[in-house]
Nanobody
Framework: VQLQASGGGLVQAGGSVRLSCTVS????????MGWFRQTPGKEREFVAV???????FYGDSVKGRFTFSRDNGKNTLYLHMTSLKPEDTAVYYC???????????????????WGQGTQVTVSS
C-alpha cells in the first residue's frame, strides 16, 4: 500500500485548505484510513480516521472544523480543513492499516502505511 499526500501550503487564520491522499496498492474495505499531524518536537497527533464501516472519528481539537471524505473512484482521501488556526500548523500525514482495532485508532503507532506528509502553515 502506498500513500501520497498533497495540498498543503500557507493559509491565513480563518481560511480553508483541502488535503488529498492518493492511495495505491492492494487496499480493500478492510483498511482503516486516517489523518495525523506532527509539529517539531511533538508526537504525531490524531486528526481523523475512517473506520471500516465508514464511520468517521475526529480529534477533539479539529471536530466541527475538519471533514474527512473519500472518493472511491479516484482512490483518494480528502481532509477539508476550515476555520484554520495557527495551532493547526503542522505536517499532515495520511495513514492506513488493516489490523488496527477500534480502541487504538487514535494511536499512530498502530498504522503500518504512511504518506510522506504535507506541510500546512497557518499565519495569524
Amino acid at each position: 500500500v502506498q500513500l501520497q499526500a498533497s495540498g498543503g501550503g500557507l493559509v491565513q487564520a480563518g481560511g480553508s485548505v483541502r488535503l488529498s491522499c492518493t492511495v495505491s496498492g492492494p487496499t480493500s474495505s478492510g483498511y482503516v484510513m486516517g489523518w495525523f499531524r506532527q509539529t517539531p518536537g511533538k508526537e504525531r497527533e490524531f486528526v481523523a480516521v475512517r473506520w471500516r464501516n465508514g464511520n468517521i472519528f475526529y480529534g477533539d481539537s479539529v471536530k466541527g472544523r475538519f471533514t474527512f471524505s473519500r472518493d472511491n473512484g479516484k482512490n483518494t482521501l480528502y481532509l477539508h480543513m476550515t476555520s484554520l488556526k495557527p495551532e493547526d500548523t503542522a505536517v499532515y500525514y495520511c495513514a492506513a492499516d488493516q489490523r488496527v482495532i477500534l480502541s487504538q485508532v487514535r494511536n499512530p503507532n498502530q498504522y503500518d502505511y504512511w504518506g510522506q506528509g504535507t506541510q500546512v502553515t497557518v499565519s495569524s
